[in-house]
């Protein structure tokens, strides 16, 4: 039903999904309007949007990296209107809009879903300020109280865009994630059983961005601040990281790794080359990538050349 390659909330939302047997996959996906409740800075790039709205009665978040897709308005219009919310139709009349009408498509992750003690249902999404030029940010960078738009969101909690689903026989967690994949890490470690081993590795921009993350996991973090430079500088600067933290001490670890895309699939070759991670192990993603904007990444996955990895991915 929606966006990148990468994003399972995709093209392939309709299809079946033997995650939830009882519900018919297409409605594992509908669409849903978002109002804008109060937004708040949480970190030197990160601004927490919380979100409202009635429809938000039947919004079932898996949790974990529960991503969904978001329909932003163009510069000129204040809130989102898209042409159809038909599960058959709405695609093609909403690629039927002229480009400078046409709302963005983005994939986002729910930090949290909850129904406040007030029974007001609540949905906050983390958005990375990264700069005016890009229509998500700089949507997330003006968004006021009131503002309205859609989502394509899940309406079971087993739905195919939880994407982390580590075997029963899973004896630690290794993580990799930047900034854009930081609220799904955040959401994983909220919901980790205590005393789960996790070795983890977040890449933010900013000292600012580490962001305190509660968990009752055994987890030990290491924050690598990013210090600028390529994007194949920026991957060997994690990889240096990461070799010398030495060799995961588990018999069945369970790699979880998300972020930009050059980076995760450098990160997934040093777990599984240099580090004998079994390859099935890893569930990688790219969330974006360095040059490319999500409509080209649309672009390439439609014509075949899925832009971002998923583990179904070879190296
Ligand atoms: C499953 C999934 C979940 C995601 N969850 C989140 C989330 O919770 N929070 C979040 O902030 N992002 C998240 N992302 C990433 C987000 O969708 C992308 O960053 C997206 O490109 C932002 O759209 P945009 O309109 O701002 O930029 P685009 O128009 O798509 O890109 C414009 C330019 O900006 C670059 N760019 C894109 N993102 C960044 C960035 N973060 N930093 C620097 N340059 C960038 C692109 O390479 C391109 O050159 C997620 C992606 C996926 C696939």
Known sequence: MTATASDATAPDATAPDAASDAVPAAAHFRFFELEVLRTRRIGHSFLRVTFGGESLAGFRSGGYDQSLSLFLPPEHEEHTVLPSTDED?????????????????RSYTVREQRRTPGGVDEVDIDFVLH???????????RAVTGRRIMAIGPAVAENKSVRFQPP???????????????PAAAAI??????????????EVPHPDDRLALPTRADADITWIVREGG???????RVLEVLRAAGPPVAEAPY????????TVRAVRRHLVQERAVDRRAVRFTGYWRLGASEEELL?????GQAASEDSTSEL
């Open 89 to 105: 139709t709405w695609f093609g009349a909403w690629r039927a809009v002229p480009d400078a009408d046409r709302p963005v498509m």
């Open 131 to 141: 700069g005016d030029a890009s229509p998500a940010s700089r949507w997330a960078g």
């Open 168 to 182: 029963a026989a899973t004896d630690a967690l290794l993580m990799y994630a930047d900034e854009t994949a930081l």
């Open 189 to 202: 470690l909220d919901r980790l059983p205590a005393g789960t081993p996790v070795a983890a590795w977040f």
């Open 230 to 236: 390529t994007g194949k500088e920026r991957a060997e």
């Open 255 to 262: 790699a979880w790794l998300a972020g930009e895309a050059g």
């Open 299 to 303: 672009a390439e996955a439609y014509a």
